[in-house]
């Protein structure tokens, strides 16, 4: 039995890859950071598909909260095999509007929290000699989004990151990929009007936005024993918007 720990899992991608790793037999640890309601529900309703799950508090923008959030996902689910890089927040606007504040904010959950996680994950993982991380970018952190600067900075970061660490501890027997969506209907859409949606699925080859459903196949896919040979890649799943 394998261990999946999933941040920012109380809704959307993150909340889909937690279905996905429990319907494919994995215990499964979700995080969250405010919405411990929906990440409690969650976590009862994929018990029944047989596996543990449990729902735990951290903002992964916090380093010591998420070596306790490691310490508590242990002690409750025993070690960790796969670590999926969710949790994310985007900023649109004017990168000469953007305060200190909000670009420390962005940068601290998006690129930092992602290289927290990964630094706690990998002593499990090194030592065992086995692991899987996957890390969720964004296709603006592959070619860049007008208004999302930050965003972009951070994504573009996240693949450096996958990149560098799969060469780090490829040796050691731990895999690291990315996957990079593309424009996925979750909250993070909330903002976006009927026009602008239009207009990004006239953008898309497949002529459709993504879903959570979308994204979480090819995280689960990533995490697999059938993904053995693949490491230190970005799996763009973008419906051809960016290619
Ligand atoms: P979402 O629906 O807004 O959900 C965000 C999730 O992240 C929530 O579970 C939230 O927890 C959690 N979260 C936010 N900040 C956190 C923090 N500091 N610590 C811990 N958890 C935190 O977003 P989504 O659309 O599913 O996006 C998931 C990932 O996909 C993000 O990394 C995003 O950048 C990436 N992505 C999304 C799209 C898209 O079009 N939707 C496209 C490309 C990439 P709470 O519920 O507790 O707030």
């Not at 799969?166 to 026009?195: C, H, I, L, Q, W």
């Not at 459709?208 to 053995?228: C, H, N, Q, T, Y």
Request: charged share 20%; aromatic share 6%.
């Amino acid at each position: 039995m394998s261990t999946v720990l999933i941040t920012g899992a109380s809704r959307g991608i993150g909340a889909q890859c937690a279905i996905a790793f429990a319907k494919a037999g994995y215990d499964v640890a979700l995080n969250y950071r405010r919405n411990a309601e929906m990440a409690s529900a969650l976590a009862k309703e994929i018990q029944s598909f047989g596996v543990r799950a449990i729902a735990v508090q951290a903002d992964v923008a916090d380093s010591t909260q998420v070596k306790r959030m490691f310490e508590d996902v242990r002690a409750e689910l025993g070690a960790i095999n796969v670590l999926v890089n969710n949790a994310g927040i985007s900023h649109v606007g004017l990168l000469t509007d953007m305060t200190d504040d909000e670009w420390r904010r962005l940068i601290d959950t998006d690129l930092s929290g992602t290289f927290y996680c990964c630094r706690e994950a990998l002593f499990d993982m090194i030592r065992a000699h086995s692991g899987v991380i996957v890390n969720i970018a964004s296709m603006w952190g592959e070619v860049g989004a007008s208004c999302e600067a930050a965003y972009s900075a951070a994504k573009a970061g996240v693949i450096g990151l996958t990149k560098a660490l799969a060469k780090e501890v490829g040796p050691s027997g731990v895999r690291v990929n990315a996957v990079s969506p593309g424009v996925v209907m979750t909250d993070m859409m909330a903002d976006f009007s009927e026009k602008d949606v239009a207009a990004l699925k006239d953008d898309t080859p497949l002529m459709r936005l993504g879903s959570p459903e979308d994204i979480a196949d090819a995280v689960l896919f990533l995490a697999s024993e059938k993904a053995r040979f693949i490491t230190g890649q970005v799996l763009s799943v973008n419906g051809g918007m960016v290619i």
